[in-house]
C-alpha cells in the first residue's frame, strides 16, 4: 500500500503544538495510507523553551512509525528593532526566514522505508509565508488554525476595514461589524497588534494568504461558535472550512501517574471541597499582574468569602514566598483553610475536578476550550493577544462568561486602571451564585461538544471530510 504524506509547519508555540500534534494523531486513526512530517521550528532561546520537552513525548507516542518531528536548521532572526515595533511581526519575519529550510527538508528528508507522496502542506496561522513553498513544489496547501473562527474571521475582516479605511485601528473607532460576531465588536478588544501599524499590516497579510490555501482547519467545535463557523463556511472567498476541535489534551495527568507533588497537593485540597465551591483564578502561561492589582484581587477574594485556587506568576521573581510580602498582610493566614495560592497549577486537572465551581481566566483559546470541555463557567480578565476579542465572544455572543473586564491590558504602559475588589467581588458573587443560568449553559455546551468528538459528531464527520478531500483522486494525482 503506497502512502501519503502530509507536511505540517505549526508555530514555535506549545499552545500551537499540542492541538497540532493532536489533530495529526487523529488523522492517522482515520486512514492508515497516511503519515505525516512535523516541521518543527526551534527559534533560540528564550523562546518557548518547553518544545523540546512536549515532543519527546511525543515522539514517543505508539503511531511513531507514521508520525515524526523533524526539527529544521536555525534560520537567521529579523533585525532585532523589529521586535520593539511589533511580536506578532518579528515572528512572522521570523518564520518566514525558514522558508528554505522548510523547502530542503520536503525535498531531502526521506522516510526510511517508504516513499511517500506528499499531499498537502498544512500550515499554522503565523506560518502564510510557507505558501511559497508550497506553490514552488506544487503542493496543496491547507490552514490549520489552533485558536477560534471568531477571531479567523476577525483576521479576514483586516482587509475589509482596510479597504474602507486604510490604516490600523484606534481604540476610540466606533464598533465594528465584524461578520464572525453576532454582536458589534468595540474597537477596545481588538488585540493589541490591530492598534500598532506593523503588527496590523502583517496579520491582514496572512488574512489575505488564507485565502490562497485549499481547505481551512479550525481548532473549534461547530455548534459552539455556530454564528463565526456558518459565516465562514458561507463566505464564497474561502476555501472550504472544515471544523475539527477541540484538539487540546483535555484529559489532563489523570491516570499517568508523572504528576508533581505540589500538583498532588492542589488536588488532595480540592478532593476535600464541596461540588462547584471552588473559584480557579489562572492567566495562561505568561499572564502576570503588578503588586497593586494583586492586592486588590486579594481584597476580593477574601472579602466574597468564596473558596478559591488561584495561580499567580510575577514578571521579575516567581518564587511564591514572595507574595506573601505583596499580598495584604495577614491574607495568606487568613483565607488558609479555603484558599490555595500557587505557581504553575495542574490546569486541566483542576478544570476537570467537580470541586472547581468556576474560572477567572485570560480566555486564552486553550483555557477557554479546556473550561467550555469541563463546563466550567468563565469570568473574563484578558491580559494580551487575541484574548480580549475572545472574552468579547464568550460573554456576548455565546454567553457562557460573566464580564469582569474586557479591556485590561497586560503591559504595564498601556493597561487602563487596576480593577478593583468591588468590580472582582460583584463579578465573583455572579459566577457563583449557582442560579446563574450561564452554569447550566457552559456544562451543556460542554457535552456538546464532546460528543462532536464522536462518531456521528459534527468534528468527527468534518474531519472524515477532510480526509476524503485530500485523498481524493484529484490531490492524490
Ligand atoms: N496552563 C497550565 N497551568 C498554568 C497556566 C497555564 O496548565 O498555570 C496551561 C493551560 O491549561 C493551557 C495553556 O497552559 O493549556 C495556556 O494556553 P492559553 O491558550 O490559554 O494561553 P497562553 O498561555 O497561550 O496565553
Given at each position: 500500500m503506497s502512502k501519503l504524506e502530509l507536511v505540517f509547519v505549526p508555530a514555535p508555540f506549545v499552545g500551537h503544538l499540542v492541538s497540532t500534534c493532536n489533530f495529526a494523531e487523529n488523522l492517522?486513526?482515520?486512514?492508515?495510507?497516511?503519515?505525516?512530517?512535523?516541521?518543527?521550528?526551534?527559534?533560540?532561546?528564550p523562546w518557548d523553551n518547553r518544545i523540546d520537552a512536549y515532543i519527546k513525548r511525543s515522539s514517543s507516542s505508539p503511531d511513531g512509525r507514521r508520525i515524526r518531528y523533524v526539527t529544521l536548521p536555525q534560520a537567521e532572526p529579523p533585525p532585532a528593532e523589529e521586535l520593539a515595533k511589533s511580536i506578532e511581526k518579528y515572528f512572522s519575519l521570523l518564520i518566514a526566514n525558514y522558508r528554505p529550510h522548510v523547502k530542503e527538508a520536503i525535498i531531502t528528508n526521506k522516510w526510511p522505508d517508504s516513499n511517500p507522496k506528499i499531499i498537502g502542506l498544512v500550515i499554522d496561522m503565523f506560518c502564510s509565508a510557507m505558501i511559497d513553498v508550497a506553490n514552488e513544489l506544487n503542493i496543496p496547501s491547507y490552514l490549520f488554525f489552533t485558536s477560534g473562527a471568531g477571531f479567523l474571521g476577525f483576521l479576514?475582516?483586516?482587509?475589509?476595514w482596510h479597504d474602507q479605511v486604510g490604516r490600523e485601528f484606534n481604540r476610540s473607532d466606533a464598533d465594528l461589524k465584524i461578520a464572525s460576531y453576532a454582536h458589534p465588536v468595540p474597537s477596545k478588544v481588538l488585540p493589541?497588534?490591530?492598534?500598532?501599524?506593523?503588527?496590523?499590516?502583517?496579520f491582514r497579510e496572512h488574512g489575505v494568504r488564507f485565502k490562497e490555501t485549499i481547505g481551512i482547519l479550525i481548532n473549534t467545535v461547530a455548534?459552539?461558535?455556530?454564528?463565526?463557523?456558518?459565516?465562514?463556511?458561507?463566505?464564497?472567498?474561502?476555501?472550504?472550512?472544515?471544523?475539527?476541535?477541540f484538539l487540546?489534551?483535555?484529559?489532563?495527568?489523570?491516570?499517568?501517574?508523572?504528576?508533581?507533588?505540589?500538583?498532588?497537593?492542589?488536588?488532595?485540597w480540592l478532593d476535600q471541597q464541596p461540588p462547584s465551591s471552588v473559584l480557579f483564578l489562572c492567566f495562561g502561561s505568561v499572564g502576570f499582574f503588578e503588586p497593586p492589582q494583586l492586592i486588590e484581587m486579594a481584597i476580593a477574594l477574601e472579602r466574597s468569602g468564596v473558596r478559591f485556587l488561584w495561580s499567580i506568576r510575577h514578571p521579575v521573581d516567581a518564587e511564591l514566598s514572595k507574595f506573601e510580602e505583596i499580598l495584604p498582610e495577614g491574607f495568606l493566614e487568613r483565607t488558609k483553610n479555603r484558599g490555595i495560592v500557587c505557581g504553575w497549577a495542574p490546569q486541566v486537572d483542576i478544570l476537570a475536578h467537580k470541586a472547581t465551581g468556576a474560572f477567572v481566566s485570560h480566555c486564552g483559546?486553550?483555557?477557554?476550550?479546556?473550561?467550555?470541555w469541563h463546563g466550567v463557567p468563565i469570568v473574563t480578565w484578558p491580559l494580551y493577544a487575541e484574548q480580549h476579542i475572545?472574552?468579547?465572544?464568550?460573554?456576548?455572543?455565546?454567553?457562557?462568561?460573566v464580564e469582569l473586564t474586557l479591556d485590561y491590558r497586560m503591559r504595564e504602559s498601556d493597561h487602563r486602571e487596576n480593577v478593583k475588589a468591588e468590580e472582582m467581588e460583584k463579578a465573583i458573587r455572579c459566577i457563583m451564585d449557582c442560579g446563574n443560568p450561564m452554569r447550566k449553559r457552559i456544562k451543556d455546551m460542554g457535552e456538546i461538544c464532546?460528543?462532536?468528538?464522536?462518531?456521528?459528531?459534527?468534528?468527527?464527520?468534518?474531519?472524515?471530510?477532510?480526509?476524503?478531500?485530500?485523498?481524493d483522486s484529484k490531490s492524490c494525482s
Open positions: 492517522l486513526n482515520r486512514d492508515e495510507r497516511l503519515c505525516i512530517t512535523i516541521l518543527i521550528i526551534r527559534p533560540p532561546p479576514f475582516y483586516l482587509s475589509v493589541d497588534f490591530a492598534s500598532s501599524k506593523e503588527g496590523y499590516d502583517s455548534e459552539f461558535e455556530s454564528h463565526a463557523v456558518n459565516n465562514l463556511a458561507s463566505d464564497p472567498e474561502l476555501p472550504p472550512v472544515y471544523t475539527v476541535g487540546n489534551d483535555l484529559e489532563g495527568q489523570k491516570g499517568k501517574g508523572n504528576s508533581k507533588s505540589e500538583d498532588e497537593e492542589i488536588m488532595k483559546w486553550n483555557s477557554t476550550v479546556e473550561s467550555v475572545n472574552a468579547f465572544q464568550l460573554v456576548n455572543d455565546l454567553e457562557i462568561a464532546r460528543n462532536a468528538l464522536m462518531e456521528g459528531g459534527s468534528s468527527s464527520i468534518s474531519l472524515g471530510r477532510f480526509v476524503e478531500t485530500i485523498l
